[in-house]
């Protein structure tokens, strides 16, 4: 990493750890000194989220440094999703994700036009395939217009016919802000955008263990060229490891970072051409949407993602899920072939309660959960972290205000 400032290692309030003792005794002392810069703040991880935070913050006149573990931006979560830009329909009236799910998807809409990103309003349709759910339609349109979304259309079998002549149902809303966007496209506009305001991004650095001093937090950094970094503004927007790496800054309180579980969601692939033109969702499950259909940007059709809950970050595909997925995509597509479809790819919800919760909010941890000033935590950014990238940078800026 380019040293910015050298700074004093000198704070009795964050003692050298074991490792850091070895490494200053073997380097004569003055050496780890040397190896400290001062930045004014840091973005850890460059997901979509991170990415578009550092942009934010850049943006507004920050000295920003963004730390992404892997060797490229944007490997887990930020490009292993549907793809989706939600409308805001699912969740609790006042939740963070209500609130910056509808804000966000306004702004992606936004930013896709200026940018020139690829994406589409192409709507969506969630259909009841039995008549007791029709009542869960009747809850969601009420949530949907709780959340502001007021533009969601009841639909009739022959409506739907008319409109998907594949999908059977027996009633369906039709969501017409729901659309599709180019994932890769959007994290490689955000991470232009954001250097051009003058963040650096840099790769194949994770951060390992912080400490909170008097003058700043102190990241300490892995990978093939270790550094240390004082900062006085730091965002950790780790997805998955968000609370493993909250619990290594000494200074956080552990009670205030939450548990963390993994919901892994397989997609499988239509082969030949889609039927549908526009994303065909069942109603909901727990942990998850249901196994929909989505479709990318060149018109393919994918199905997924279900929900298993895993122990380890571990994207292989599980074997042998074809039949399941057939039995929940012939409840509306009846006419599916047999092997029609193909393993496509995996990702991994974070989630901050197991298996069996109520669905949970976002979480978003400032100074005044746990004290430290300059440091934000992002927990639990599932789905629509895609949608809400752009307003959760707006609310983590909120947080941080202007000046350090
Ligand atoms: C199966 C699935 C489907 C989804 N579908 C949709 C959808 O259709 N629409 C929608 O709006 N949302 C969707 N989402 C949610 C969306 O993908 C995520 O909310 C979003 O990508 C989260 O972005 P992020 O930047 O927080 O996390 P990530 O993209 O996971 O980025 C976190 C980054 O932090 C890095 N990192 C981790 N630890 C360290 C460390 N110690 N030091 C440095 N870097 C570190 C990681 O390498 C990673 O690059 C879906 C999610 C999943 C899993």
Redesign the pocket.
């Known amino acids: 990493m380019r040293l910015l400032q050298s700074v004093p290692y000198a704070s009795a309030s964050c003692p050298l750890d074991a490792r850091d003792s070895a490494l200053y005794a073997a380097q004569g002392g003055d050496e780890i000194v040397r190896n400290i810069s001062e930045i004014d703040a840091v973005v850890?991880?460059?997901?979509?989220?991170?990415?578009?935070i550092a942009r934010r913050l850049a943006s507004s006149g920050r000295q920003v440094v963004l730390?992404?573990?892997?060797n490229r931006?944007?490997?887990?979560?930020?490009?292993?999703?549907?793809?989706?830009?939600?409308a805001g329909i699912y969740y609790p009236r006042g939740s963070l994700k209500a609130r910056l799910?509808v804000e966000?998807k306004r702004a992606l809409y936004r930013y896709c036009h200026a940018q020139g990103i690829a994406h589409s309003r192409l709507g969506k349709l969630i259909v009841a395939t039995r008549d007791e759910d029709i009542a869960v339609l009747e809850r969601l349109k009420l949530q949907a217009e709780d959340n502001g979304v007021d533009d969601l259309q009841w639909l009739d079998r022959q409506d739907v016919r008319a409109l998907e002549p594949e999908v059977v149902c027996v009633r369906a809303l039709l969501s017409p802000s729901t659309g599709?966007v180019d994932?890769h496209a959007l994290l490689a506009a955000l991470c232009r955008d954001a250097r051009s305001a003058g963040a650096e991004l840099v790769v194949s650095?994770?951060?390992?263990s912080g400490c909170v001093r008097a003058d700043g937090i102190l990241l300490s950094?892995g990978g093939a060229e270790p550094f240390r970094v004082l900062c006085q503004t730091v965002v950790n927007?780790?997805?998955?490891?968000?609370s493993?790496?909250a619990r290594?800054i000494e200074g956080v309180p552990k009670d205030t970072v939450p548990p963390s579980f993994l919901?892994?969601?397989h997609?499988f692939v239509l082969t030949g051409r889609s039927p549908f033109s526009r994303l065909i969702y069942p109603v909901p499950e727990p942990g998850?949407?249901g196994i929909h259909v989505?479709l990318d940007l060149a018109g393919r059709a994918r199905f997924?993602?279900d929900v298993h809950w895993v122990d380890t970050i571990d994207y292989r595909f599980e074997e042998g899920l074809e039949g399941v997925f057939e039995d929940a995509i012939r409840r509306y597509f009846p006419t599916m072939k047999a092997q029609s479809i193909e393993p496509g790819y995996?990702?991994?919800?974070?989630k901050v309660a197991p298996s069996g919760s109520a669905p949970q909010d976002f979480v978003v941890h400032g100074p005044e959960t746990h004290g430290v000033r300059g440091l934000v935590n992002?927990y639990g950014?599932?789905?629509?972290?895609?949608?809400?990238?752009l307003a959760?940078a707006e609310h983590v800026h909120a947080i941080i205000g202007e000046h350090p």
Do not use: D
């Not at 850890?44 to 578009?52: D, E, K, R, S, T």
């Not at 730390?67 to 892997?70: D, F, I, M, R, Y």
């Not at 931006?73 to 939600?86: F, K, L």
């Not at 995996?346 to 974070?350: H, L, S, V």
């Open positions: 850890i991880g460059a997901g979509v989220v991170g990415l578009a730390l992404e573990a892997e931006m944007g490997s887990h979560s930020s490009s292993r999703n549907s793809e989706v830009i939600h799910c966000g599709i994932s650095s994770p951060v390992v950094g927007a780790t997805g998955l490891q968000a493993s790496l290594s919901a892994k969601g997609y998850g949407l989505t997924g993602p995996t990702g991994i919800r974070p992002l950014i599932e789905s629509p972290g895609l949608t809400a990238a959760l």
